[in-house]
């Protein structure tokens, strides 16, 4: 029984009270102090713009890299053509001038080999183009060290050009030995060797060696000029 406090009696103990849950702030108060109020809907848009997925942003196409590797190399049809032209050359040339003498030791005869080889061209030209119009390319070369930002050495390839334009000069006057070393001499001074005497030994041994091996392994005569009757 529990007692009355107007009978002189202690008040009954009562379980403690439920402390009160504080009222949360809401969007106008979290703001600081002195900022302007939020107009209605901007909350939204920020929060759905926070939640939009990483690159949605951007629109397609402008990702540089991304457009060159999927755009064609068009300048490699130049190469696609270049193949159709010689592949076709090539079967022209092996039906309409080859013979088509068989003898016993070439039972084939002459054309079957330059027209598979005319044809082969145009396959190649034909899987190339493929390649080029799905975006395929050619990847740099990582096994040579060449700086692709250094202009073009025109004296090497000047020289080059040179040194095969007299070989081909005189190759009937003074014969392959001769042009040969030279050839062979001026291609290494072209491409920076200094060592004179050494190159014009091993250039004079190669030419000499061509020259036999051309001759005797293969049966083909070549122009020996003024070392007629010597070599």
Partial sequence: MTTRPDRGGDPPSRPPGVPAIPAQP?????????????PPGTADATAGAERTPEGLATTA?????????RRPDRAQYGVVAFLVLVGGFVIFDA??????????A???????VPILLGVLLLVIAVIYAVDVA??????????????????????????????FLVNAVLIERLGW??????????SAYALGNRHYVRNLLIAVALSLITFYTFAIGLG????????????
């Fill in 177 to 186: 030995v001769i042009s040969g070393t030279i050839l062979f001499w001026g």
């Fill in 134 to 163: 799905r975006g395929g390319a050619g990847e740099p070369e990582a096994g040579e060290d060449v700086d692709l930002s250094l202009p073009i050495d025109w004296r090497t390839v000047l020289l080059l050009v040179g040194a």
């Fill in 26 to 38: 809401g969007p106008e108060a979290a703001a600081p102090a002195g900022a302007a109020p939020t």
């Fill in 106 to 112: 070439d039972p084939i005869g002459p054309k079957p």
């Fill in 61 to 69: 196409g402008t990702d540089p890299e991304a457009d060159a590797a």
């Fill in 95 to 104: 039906t309409t001038r080859v013979g088509s003498a068989i003898n016993t």
């Fill in 220 to 231: 083909v005569d070549l122009p020996a000029g003024v070392l007629q009757g010597i070599l």
